[in-house]
């Protein structure tokens, strides 16, 4: 997936780094194993414990007759630092000329550019795996999407891809399960399974010590965990934030737990019996008497919690929440990852987002569609989401042909169904003058996350400013060359690596208002000869009104037929027949 400029670049070297390199002993081409930047790696022997080792390398041996050739280029300049040092011709014509004069007699519709696109096309081809093909095919430098940083593939898969005509430099330094490519977070089941048995004796024993807000604290983590397990949503503060986003009957849920993006990007993920039932048959109950409990202590507390127990919406309070005894009363307060961490409840040293990546990596191997998995976890091709106005696929199919593989894999987890307290402990004894006080108005969820969005726009503003006015100095936009308007722009859009900055196209919009303003107001034409377009993403179908939506049209459906049946159309003015 190389270029042939950048192939030429191959170093030969023995040692392994992030991109392909020539050993000159083994004739073989060996990197690190890929995976997207930024992305987690196990920093301390107890968190490598945790997770599947990964591999020290690829390595893809050369087919036997490339090998001989190199091996005799290798006699001949045994300095050689890289493959484009072995490039010998007696008339001095480089090698680029002489590929594109070859290629020109042979196949000259075809540039050496092309050739750059067949690797990739082909792994695709194979695995009908766009993150494969991506990550297989990738530079260190390449942008990858966030969908590349949850899967992995490991040493076995990797050499029955590759067909390599010599696997002993696999096997002698790594097992066949070790990671070839791909996210390192790669939780071991057996380990996984066991804290979460930990946590549901924790719990048992916190019940029964009678504390009511540690108990709910803890058995709030524990739901809150069940179900970043089941859906694989992100680990965002309040990715639960209503019990109207739970339809029940039909079993899913809506999300919208990303952080970043102007558009509505929520979606709906199935739900497991186990969960479903965990949720009605035991979490409800237990806020209904959680509401018993608090209300003495707050009152208008104590009224949200009993809404949201009868699985309607409160403005001030969220599904999962945690509760705090401070100064100003009994106060609640959002569930995060940090709060579930501080708490010590799992065991595992490694962060809640693990889930996310153990569906991405577990429904592969189950032979799920990897287009439906970026449905599941909210991922989606630029200009090609999964299910959406413009796509050929049906939301409802492909979650009834995924639902058994989420359902084996959530069973997998040995989450009990743990019930409340059997005797109700004493209720909370609280301030009479605070008894009633009114809820602070505390933005959450979705809300919340469009607030803290907002702020990263007047962030990147104010960042994109300081860039323009420092690379400016004392000139104006009008006074730059096109080359250094570009190199402007380059800068606002890319960081110091070269890669895609999260916030480069805002900073971008900045500077492209002030080219227009300056046209506008002043006249003056600034020399931009090259200008960047992003492209626009494709708004989510799925809202918050999809959970119970089946059942109104069921509803309605029903209430037209009994009009029909017991209407005399006869008697219908003009305006009512249209109507119906």
């Excluded at 890289?82 to 519709?109: F, N």
């Excluded at 795996?129 to 969908?147: E, I």
């Excluded at 019990?243 to 899913?252: S, T």
Aim: proline share 6%; net charge positive; aromatic share 8%.
């Amino acid at each position: 997936g190389r270029s042939f400029r950048s192939a030429m670049a191959i170093a030969v070297s023995a040692a392994t780094t992030t991109e392909w390199v020539l050993d000159p002993q083994r004739l073989s081409l060996h990197r690190k194993p890929p995976r997207r930047v930024p992305g987690w790696l196990p920093s301390t022997d107890n968190e490598r414990s945790w997770v599947k080792q990964a591999a020290p390398a690829q390595v893809i041996p050369l087919p036997p007759d490339i090998a001989e050739i190199f091996r005799d280029c290798l006699k001949s300049i045994p300095s050689a630092q890289c493959l484009g040092d072995l490039w010998q011709h007696r008339e001095g014509v480089s090698m680029l000329s002489y590929l594109r004069q070859k290629l020109a007699e042979t196949i000259p519709r075809v540039t050496p550019g092309m050739l750059r696109e067949i690797f990739p096309q082909r792994l695709y081809e194979t695995s009908r795996d766009p993150d494969f093909a991506r990550l297989a095919s990738s530079h260190p430098q390449t942008g990858l999407p966030g969908s590349c940083s949850y899967a992995n593939w490991d040493l076995a898969q990797f050499e029955r891809l590759f067909h390599p005509t010599d696997g002993e430099d696999l096997k002698a330094h790594a097992s066949s399960n070790d990671i070839a490519m791909g996210s390192h977070l790669d939780p071991i089941e057996s380990l996984l399974a066991n804290a979460i048995k930990q946590a549901s004796q924790v719990l048992y024993e916190m019940r029964a010590n009678g504390d009511v807000l540690s108990f709910h604290n803890a058995f709030s983590a524990y739901v809150a965990t069940a179900l970043l397990a089941a859906t694989g949503a992100r680990p965002v503060r309040d990715p639960f934030e209503s019990a109207r986003h739970f339809d029940f009957n039909e079993r899913f849920v809506y999300l919208d737990d990303k952080a970043s993006g102007d558009l509505r990007q929520g979606r709906l993920v199935p739900l497991s019996d186990r969960i479903c039932h965990f949720l009605r048959n035991q979490y409800f109950p237990h806020l209904a008497q959680l509401a018993t409990l608090v209300a003495p202590a707050n009152r208008t507390l104590a009224d949200n919690i009993s809404r949201v127990a009868k699985g309607e919406h409160s403005d001030v309070l969220p599904f999962i929440f945690l509760l705090n005894d401070s100064d100003e009363g009994l106060v609640w307060f959002s569930l995060s990852e940090a709060e579930i961490q501080a708490m010590g409840l799992f065991a595992w040293p490694l962060p809640l987002n693990l889930f996310r990546h153990r569906l991405s990596q577990r429904l592969r191997k189950l032979n799920v569609d990897p287009e439906v998995i970026d449905s599941l976890l909210g991922h989606a091709e630029t200009g090609a989401a999964t299910h959406g106005d413009y796509s050929f696929r049906t939301w409802a199919k492909d979650m009834g042909e995924v639902r058994p593989a989420l359902e084996q894999l959530f069973d997998a987890l040995p989450f009990e169904e743990i019930a409340s307290w059997d005797i109700a402990p004493p209720p909370l004894a609280g301030n009479p003058a605070l008894q009633n006080t009114e809820q602070r108005e505390t933005l959450y969820g979705i809300r919340a996350r469009a607030k803290r969005r907002t702020g990263r726009v007047l962030s990147a503003m104010r960042d994109a400013k300081r860039q323009i006015a420092l690379f400016l100095g004392n000139r104006n936009l009008a006074d730059l060359t096109a080359d250094q308007v570009y190199e402007l722009s380059k800068q606002l859009l890319l960081q110091r690596n070269g890669l895609p900055s999260a916030n480069g196209f805002l900073k971008y919009k900045l500077l492209i208002h002030r080219v227009e303003r300056e046209w506008r107001n002043h006249g003056k034409r600034v020399r931009l000869t090259r200008r960047f377009y992003q492209v626009s993403q494709e708004q989510s179908p799925f809202t918050k009104v999809a959970p119970g939506a089946q059942a109104l049209v069921h509803s309605l459906r029903k209430k037209v037929d009994e009009i029909f049946r017991t209407t005399r159309f006869e008697q219908l003015g003009v305006r009512e027949a249209a109507a119906l």
